[in-house]
């Protein structure tokens, strides 16, 4: 493995989970302190981090990624017999 695969890969699991961290203080923030206009928008956007956290999360674990190993290659239901 080289080693700026191994470096990188403990790098996005901790922008994933540092996201998800952000984006719960936030929400805590919003809820908790703020008022009106300013805590929906607090609110709004720690639920916005917290979803890009997720999605880092979920492209870090490989699960983005077509499971054949094909890249570009969308499946139609007019193939469904070409498989």
Do not use: C, Q
């Amino acid at each position: 493995m080289v080693e700026r695969t191994k470096r990188h890969r403990p790098t996005a699991w901790s922008a994933g989970y540092g996201l998800i961290a952000v984006g719960i203080i936030l929400n805590t923030i919003g809820i908790a302190v703020l008022d009106g206009f300013a805590g929906g928008l607090v609110v709004g956007a720690g639920v916005a981090i917290t979803l890009l956290g997720v999605v880092r999360l979920a492209a870090t674990a490989g699960w983005l990624r077509s499971r054949n190993g094909e890249r570009g290659d969308w499946w139609l239901p007019s193939r469904d017999d070409e498989r």
